[in-house]
């Protein structure tokens, strides 16, 4: 299906640093900080993590990055991962982040393997949201998607986040045919009482997962239908908001959304930058290649320098992805950019 391209001139010079040639703003960025993760997600890492675990940015690269960034005009940071709790430092990492001039929103994307020994800490640190992976209610069915069997102790992270005061608490479930699409008045039925935003992700086809992207992919209109059918209405989205539409229903405390990256006009409203775990500056989630910051990043580096690296890469950002076409660049799995 052909994508709607926003207004493009492609002779136009940016106004806004950190603005591409299509007039898009960017003042959101994903920093992944590890490619490694505890859990083997089905569609993202079957096998569990296979890479040399080394080589991620350090505290400091990290706070050296997010400070130029923010410099730029970036407002909300979002850690990512592989696992992001993983790292031993990643409280210390959060801390710093949000004690960035600039940075307003910091958020975590987690499977929530022990937030619940952390969301107090996190909250303490300056954690403004966080976004917890969760594709099933079931037991069994968690088990079988992640490989993994902590189902309790990621829901408890959930209720632990709420109870800590983390301003904005929601969940990721992505959306699998035969697995978890039968669940969608189950997740309903969670926000019920529960102020979350359950945000179903339509699964990405990446390097690695052809095979089950073929057998699992539902397109997220299904959600769409079931959510205005059961009387859901769609909600306005902010300028730092993330890629999800989200539904809200009077009777309901809780919202649930929808990521549909193949939907037509997806990529109009691209307000995101990635930087991977060791320093590639990432223009689109499927894109090709990065660019590598690191060398700007050591202690003797021109933090200008830095800067203007960033601001000539977005030149390159193109309009919109090519996962029409059947290209979904080189993303061998999500854990590698950082979803
Ligand atoms: N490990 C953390 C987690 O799972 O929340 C953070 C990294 S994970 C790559 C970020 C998000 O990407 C998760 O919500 C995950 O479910 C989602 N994800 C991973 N692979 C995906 C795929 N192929 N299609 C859609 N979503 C995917
Ligand atoms: Fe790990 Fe997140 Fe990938 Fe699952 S989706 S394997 S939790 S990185």
């Known amino acids: 299906m052909p994508q709607r391209a926003p207004t493009v001139d492609p002779g136009r010079v940016p106004d806004s640093e950190l603005e591409d040639r299509f007039g898009r703003r960017f003042a959101y960025l994903r ?27 350090n505290r400091d690269e990290i706070q ?31 801390a710093d982040a949000a004690a960035t001039p600039g940075i307003e929103k910091l958020a975590l994307t987690t499977n929530a393997f022990n937030l619940a020994a952390q969301a107090e800490a996190l909250r303490d640190a300056g954690l403004s949201a966080v976004n917890i992976s969760l594709d ?19 829901l408890a992270g959930v209720d632990a986040a709420i109870a800590a005061g983390i301003p904005s608490v929601k969940i990721n479930t ?25 945000r179903f992700i339509e699964l ?20 769409a239908d079931r959510l205005q059918a059961a009387g859901w209405s769609p909600m306005q989205r902010g300028e730092t908001d993330g890629p999800a539409v989200e539904y809200s229903h009077p009777d309901y405390a809780g919202r649930i959304g929808l990521i549909a ?11 995101r ?26 202690d003797e580096a021109d933090k200008a320098a830095l800067k203007r690296s960033i601001c000539q890469t977005l030149v390159g950002k193109e309009v919109s992805h090519h996962l029409h076409e059947g290209d979904f660049g080189d993303t061998p799995h999500l854990a590698s950019t950082g979803g």
Not at 31 to 55: A, M
Not at 176 to 191: C, K, R, S
Not at 265 to 271: A, I, L
């Open 204 to 223: 990405m086809q990446t390097a690695d997962n052809g095979d089950y992207f073929r057998r699992r992919h539902v397109s997220g209109q299904t959600v």
């Open 64 to 94: 050296r990055l997010v400070s130029a960034f923010a410099e730029l005009g970036i407002r909300k940071l979002r850690i990512t991962g592989g696992e992001p709790l993983v790292r031993k430092d990643a409280l210390a990492i959060l």
């Open 174 to 198: 992505v959306l699998l045919g035969g697995l978890n699409d039968q669940e969608i008045p189950d997740f309903m039925e969670y926000v019920r009482e529960r102020p979350v935003a359950v």
């Open 31 to 57: 920093l992944s900080i590890t490619d490694v993760c505890n859990f083997r997600c089905e569609y993202c890492l079957p096998d569990g993590y296979q890479g040399k675990p080394t080589g991620f940015l």
């Open 136 to 154: 099933s209610l079931d037991r069994q069915g968690f088990e079988r998607i992640t490989g993994d069997k902590r189902h309790e102790k990621v």
């Open 273 to 298: 930058l990635r930087v991977t775990a060791r320093g590639g500056l990432r223009l689109c989630l499927f894109g090709n290649g990065t660019h590598d910051l690191r060398p700007l990043l050591q």
């Open 261 to 271: 990256p193949y939907a037509p006009g997806f990529c109009d409203g691209c307000n």
